[in-house]
């Protein structure tokens, strides 16, 4: 396994106020005990071939990769016209993430709009995700889906945030271009146990992130439900360093070993700054040291 990082603590100065650069990011994070670093469509500047062998060259010289490329297409809206150009940006990630030498791409449902039914919500988001297949193979990338509660930009939450949509989603796509992004946190977040989860889908996860959300003190589910419909995380949660909060990390990395589970991990914590980072850090290095030798879920790249 490999350990890469997200910089949830920067995550509006790269994106909404750009006070600093995808530049400004991988310089800080060369002095954390990571292997790679996991970006956000968000933090880039243009996709021009020469602006992105800039990135790689800075992730190069910095002896990090770039593995996993986190992007939030939205394939619950109800126009035709607005899903076509969600897929078509979709795919415009996916020559990103082979750009960098990354393998994985995120892909998500959508969000959960109130007018939109089950049913034709979930026939959206999988004809959506399958028009994306073949450049997927094309590229050697394997799309992934989060179980995920929400973009830190939109207005209602994930529409596959509960597992049962979750899994009749992955059930429906079945490709070796296409897995599951396992995040414990968000499970809990769901309302339900990330450990039940992980055992219905542990043969496609293809990487996970690794976190420890949890409620501020005096609030509970109930309270985040009455949040829904508002822009961006809720201000209730917290993000704490990994392994310190409600997940059970060593369970988590016993089951995904019994799988033969040797992708990357993913750090998505540390609001309050790198020094959660790296804690968190050395804390899951030593649970992904015994996995080190066990067979890959997915094929190496070529």
């Known amino acids: 396994m490999k350990l890469a990082a997200f910089p949830k603590c920067f995550m509006d100065q790269l994106v909404v106020n750009c006070t600093m650069t995808i530049f400004d990011w991988i310089e800080m994070a ?5 292997d790679g670093l996991e970006m956000y469509s968000g933090f880039f500047r243009s996709f021009d071939p020469h602006y992105l062998e800039r990135v790689s060259a800075s992730l190069e010289r910095h002896h990090l990769e770039m593995p996993m490329l986190c992007c939030s297409p939205d394939f619950t809206w109800p126009d ?17 993430t082979a750009a960098l030498g990354g393998r994985f791409c995120r892909v998500l449902s959508g969000q959960r709009r109130p007018e939109i039914s089950l049913a034709q919500g979930i026939q959206w988001v999988v004809e959506c995700i399958t028009e994306l297949l073949d450049d997927a193979e094309r590229k050697n990338v394997v799309l992934v889906i989060e179980n995920h509660y929400k973009d830190n930009y939109w207005q209602h939450p994930e529409f596959a945030q509960k597992s049962d949509v979750y899994v009749e989603i992955l059930e429906r ?9 396992f995040d414990p946190s968000n499970a809990i977040l769901a309302g339900e146990d990330p450990i039940g989860l992980l055992e219905r889908i542990k043969h496609r996860v293809a990487t996970m992130h690794a ?34 909060g409600l997940n059970d990390y060593p369970r988590i990395f016993e089951i995904l070993r019994e799988v033969g589970f040797d992708g990357w991990v993913s750090i998505e914590d540390g609001v309050n700054g790198l020094e959660e980072i790296r804690r968190s ?10 996995a080190e030798d066990t067979p890959a879920t997915y094929p190496p790249t070529d």
């Open 30 to 34: 060369a002095e954390l005990p990571v």
């Open 173 to 181: 796509v079945n490709s070796a271009c296409f897995g599951a992004q």
């Open 80 to 96: 035709p016209g607005q899903r076509r150009r969600e897929v078509q940006r979709e795919k415009q990630m996916v020559a990103v």
């Open 211 to 244: 976190s420890d959300r949890q409620l501020v003190a005096g609030h509970s589910l109930a309270d985040l439900r009455r949040m829904e419909g508002t822009t961006g995380y809720a201000s209730i949660l917290s993000h704490g360093v990994v392994g310190a």
């Open 281 to 290: 850090a050395e804390f899951l290095r030593p649970l992904m040291q015994t």
